[in-house]
């Protein structure tokens, strides 16, 4: 199988394990590399995802750091929104970028609900562990904001300029929904684990990275107007 499907197969194996646990999958296992308390499902996915992608290079996840030493790079979450998973909201997922050389392939799936978003170099796709009819259209009137429970002065000036938004509290799999909502805003500390899957899939969309400022749209207009607003 090449990186794709194993990729995926690793999504189905991790699925197949939510499906089938009880309560101990959210027992807390220690601070993990990026700074989050690990949990035991946390754990559990990044061992699925290194037994399956480990031969195509280094992995670096978000609760191990570096594990081995081969060419080409691997940045994963293994779970992404592990909160909203432990609670039962239905948010939550893997992130996968993989280089080597000439080659870019990066994967974002919403376990939940089984959307599979795919940039290999510059093409892009979906797919759905579930269905094969992808003919739905898209077109939310709002837009996400990660983490705006800690930037209350920020939220502030989005509703005074009637800017509608949702915050689900899973960065990575609010990049691969970019394409549906009007923009993408996050405000906090920027992780490698977070965004290297979600930059590389919305690449040809406008973004800007501060500090401590990522901002991702399909719009021009909310684009600029949004810059306007954090003084850019």
């Not at 995802?49 to 790079?73: A, D, H, K, R």
């Not at 800017?163 to 906090?188: D, E, M, Q, T, W």
Request: charged share 20%; net charge negative.
């Amino acid at each position: 199988m090449n990186f794709i499907d194993k990729c995926i197969n690793a999504n189905v194996k991790i699925l197949n394990i939510i499906k089938e646990s009880d309560g101990s999958l959210f027992e807390d296992c220690g601070d993990g590399h990026g700074g989050d308390i690990s949990k035991k499902i946390d754990i559990i996915a990044e061992n699925i995802f290194v037994e399956e992608l480990s031969p195509f290079g280094t992995i670096y996840s978000e609760e191990s750091g570096i594990i081995g030493n081969n060419s080409g790079m691997i940045v994963i979450d293994p779970i992404d929104g592990s909160e909203n998973l432990s609670g039962g909201i239905p948010y939550y997922g893997t992130s996968v970028s993989y280089s080597k050389d000439n080659y870019r392939c990066s994967i974002i799936t919403n376990l939940a609900n089984g959307d599979i978003f795919i940039k290999e170099n510059s093409n892009y796709s979906e797919r759905n562990l579930y269905s094969t009819n992808q003919n739905l259209i898209f077109n939310a009137k709002f837009g996400i904001f990660e983490k705006a429970y800690s930037s209350c002065d920020l939220a502030n000036k989005l509703c005074q300029n009637n800017l509608k938004y949702r915050s689900p509290g899973a960065l990575a799999i609010s990049f691969a929904y970019c394409r549906r909502v009007n923009f993408l805003l996050f405000s906090g500390k920027i992780r490698d684990f977070d965004i290297e899957a979600g930059l590389h899939i919305c690449d040809d969309l406008d973004i800007y990275r501060g500090d401590n400022i990522l901002l991702v749209s399909k719009s021009k207009e909310y684009f600029n107007k949004i810059l306007h607003i954090i003084g850019v």
